[in-house]
């Protein structure tokens, strides 16, 4: 059965396990934590109460920040990033003022063409180009392109 739910400072172990295995350049240990709060909006999602993938959404001032988002390499290509970006989606959008985001914004890498549809798909905006941002496993670096989710029109 899949849940959803708030990711909370007993997960982060098994949340920074996944970090280590999903992405290419992984937060540190010490980012990863700090990651955490009262401003954050951060979601877990879990198989059978397996966490398989979870997202890292920072809320400051009317803006919220989509920073992180992970899936289990074994759990990909089944609509559970669709689902988890959904609830955080679904869970901002229940904030109340004045505390409620206009807007959810992040950053992806231009290579990273199967989360640009997914992000697509659920009605971002590409807004503009941050040029050599993210780096790569060869010492170089590749572009974010920078995406924008209206929570209020």
Known sequence: MKTISILNEHDL???????LLCHLVPWSKQIFYSN??????????????QMVGFCICQQVADEANLFNIAIHPKFRQQGLAKDLLNELISRLLTINPPNSPSTLWLEVRESNQVAIQLYHSLGFNEITIRKNYYPTADGNYENAIIM???LKL
């Open 13 to 19: 172990a098994d949340a920074y396990q996944l970090e």
């Open 148 to 150: 924008a989710y209206a």
């Open 36 to 49: 955490q709060g009262d401003r954050y909006l951060n979601l877990k999602i879990s198989i059978d109460e």
